[in-house]
């Protein structure tokens, strides 16, 4: 009886001193899988490419119209009916249109190597590789005053970004 009663009392002594060294553990989170990873940077991925198809239809869109226009002015000074004022807003307009696809290239240059950079990515730059060089076909032809081809050269461009996009669900 003396052994159990030591041994009851070694144990109630013992035993509250383990637990009261016992903190609260801290929860870790569980560690990203490489699949989760994969989706948030295919989601990135296809947002960018979201991003330059609508910054493209909206170019495109208002592209129609200011071709239009300098073409109607480019006609209008072929006649002689154009107002010296009107030529140089006209040549402002052509600076500004060449600029603005320029820009629009080197974005596309940017989402490119942003694709052939990313192992997560590569898979999907065999479609996406040469858009960037649409938009430099597109820039050449405005170079060249004709604005109405790069218009439809970019429209291809927005046409493989589309297929990239497809392929990214």
Do not use: C, W
Not at 86 to 115: C, P, W, Y
Request: proline residues 3%.
């Amino acid at each position: 009886m003396k052994r159990t009663t030591l041994f009851l009392l070694v144990a109630t002594i013992l035993i509250p001193s383990t637990t009261l060294g016992q903190t609260r553990g801290r929860r870790t989170p569980p560690p990203r899988s490489t699949a989760t990873s994969l989706a948030d940077k295919r989601t990135v991925g296809a947002g960018r490419v979201a991003e330059q198809i609508k910054t493209l239809t909206r170019f495109i869109y208002v592209l129609g119209g200011v071709a239009k226009g300098l073409e109607g002015v480019d006609d209008a000074a072929r006649r002689n009916e154009a107002s010296p004022a009107i030529m140089e807003q006209a040549k402002q307009n052509k600076v500004t249109v060449r600029t603005s696809i320029r820009k629009v290239r080197e974005g596309l240059d940017q989402l490119e190597s942003e694709f052939s950079s990313s192992m997560e990515l590569r898979r999907y730059y065999t479609r996406l590789a040469g858009v960037a060089s649409g938009a430099a076909a597109a820039e050449e032809q405005a170079a060249n005053n004709q604005f109405d081809r790069a218009g439809r050269s970019l429209i291809d461009v927005v046409n493989r970004l589309t297929d990239v996009l497809l392929e990214m669900r």
